[in-house]
């Protein structure tokens, strides 16, 4: 089963980036089933209902998000009771949407999705190790399959999280820094993992900002509206290969596309 998973998507340029790559890399990598990080999609910041509904048009079948999930005030309503638009799972009870969705690929395959946050330098939400513990033992009386979207600041704590759950599920996919790292690689149990797979979106930019405006918030430490960078955008996900019978993954490629 062929999994892919596309790092953060960034404003107007990241959604075109989606729009033009991704029909062909389903084609070429015999794609069953297609995941996105979609948190900074609307204008860079947030998410709402018809960019969710553009990005499910282009082929994705679930959207993670992380710490700008509630950006877009006006897409409480449509999170809450829209399941493919997943919000961290460690939220406290309460706390609109849902933190994973179990789904049919196209090869016939259950597959779970799960989106969880972490806390190092982020906001002190519940612990995404228990959390994440108790639900994949929930998840696993469905599906062997489940692949994680960890949303975090701290190459230690992704590290961590990997490792604490190496064997227990298919992947660990790292989100938030858009910065994609080159240490994917199957873990000893056979779990997937990649520290993070990146971002799609501007890519002569400042992590899809523009760079005018991030160099002088450095030199003058002042308040600066940040905005989406112009120009070309580049795609960056992971390909998993999984076993469905088994739910150990064989494989994982990284993929960096100019769209």
């Known amino acids: 089963m062929r999994v892919i998973f596309i790092g953060d998507v960034v404003g107007k340029a990241g959604r075109a980036a989606v729009r033009g790559l991704l029909r062909p890399l389903t084609e070429q990598y015999k794609i069953d089933f297609a995941i996105a990080n979609g948190e900074n999609a609307a204008g860079g910041f947030g998410i709402t209902q018809s960019v969710a509904e553009e990005l499910f048009g ?3 079948h679930v959207i993670t998000t992380g710490n700008h999930i509630w950006d877009k005030k006006e897409a409480i309503p449509y999170i809450a009771k829209e399941s493919r638009v997943l919000r961290p799972l460690n939220y406290p009870p309460g706390v609109p949407g ?17 989106n969880a946050s972490g806390r190092v330098f982020m906001s002190a939400l519940d612990c995404p190790f228990r959390t994440s513990k108790e639900e994949f033992e ?27 759950f190496d064997g227990a599920v298919s992947a660990v996919i790292g989100t938030h820094t858009h910065v994609q790292t080159a240490d994917e690689r199957i873990l000893p149990g056979g779990t997937a993992y990649i520290t993070d797979v990146g971002m799609t979106g501007p890519s002569d930019s400042v992590i899809g900002v523009e760079k005018a405006q991030i160099l002088e918030r450095f030199l003058l430490q002042m308040p ?4 989406v960078a112009k120009g070309p955008a580049v795609l960056m996900a992971v390909v998993l290969d999984i076993d469905p019978s088994t739910g150990r993954a064989a494989s994982i490629e990284r993929v960096r596309l100019e769209g």
């Open 98 to 114: 849902a933190g994973s969705i179990t789904a049919t690929a196209r090869n016939g395959s259950k597959i779970a999705v799960v």
């Open 138 to 164: 929930r998840l696993r009386k469905t599906t062997n399959i489940i692949v994680v979207d960890f949303h975090a600041e701290a190459t230690s704590e992704k590290q961590a999280y990997g490792y604490y």
């Open 224 to 227: 600066v509206k940040f905005e």
């Open 58 to 60: 282009y082929g994705i």
